[in-house]
């Protein structure tokens, strides 16, 4: 078990407000998918962008996928039975969780995601 403390870490002055969005996935009788979303609003979390080297170049131009880490102790989630990947909202914009990996060990416990911009979001063209 950890004993590094980084509640610290987790200051007022270094949090953003953020929502979430956790959508819950049945499958109904003829076997297709519904979706229920409940929002979760006021999350606190340090938000700072991911991955600033990953540019992708296509033939017309550069593209550098918006992306952004998130520290938080609200437990955002990745896929699992029963549920899809957590929606986060900054700024207006939605991002979905591709990537979560869990300190719960450390202080109170927080957890480290990496999220993207859902399709239709404009991405910075360079």
């Given at each position: 078990m950890a004993t590094l403390?980084?509640?610290?870490?987790?200051d007022l002055s270094f949090l953003s407000k953020f929502s979430v969005i956790r959508r819950k996935e049945i499958i109904d009788s003829h076997g297709r998918?519904?979706?229920?979303?409940?929002?979760?609003?006021n999350i606190?979390?340090?938000?700072?962008?991911?991955?600033?080297?990953?540019?992708?170049?296509v033939p017309d131009y550069d593209y550098q996928a918006r992306?952004?880490?998130?520290y938080t102790q609200y437990r955002l989630q990745s896929?699992?039975?029963?549920y899809k990947n957590d929606l986060v909202i900054i700024d207006g914009d939605r991002?979905?969780?591709v990537n979560q990996l869990p300190y719960h060990n450390y202080g109170r416990g927080f957890v480290s995601v990496?999220?993207?911009a859902e399709p239709g979001i404009p991405a910075e063209v360079m």
């Open positions: 403390d980084v509640s610290e870490a987790f998918s519904i979706t229920t979303e409940q929002i979760i609003d606190d979390g340090v938000i700072t962008a991911a991955s600033p080297g990953d540019l992708r170049r992306a952004y880490t998130i896929a699992h039975p029963g991002y979905q969780v990496v999220v993207i």
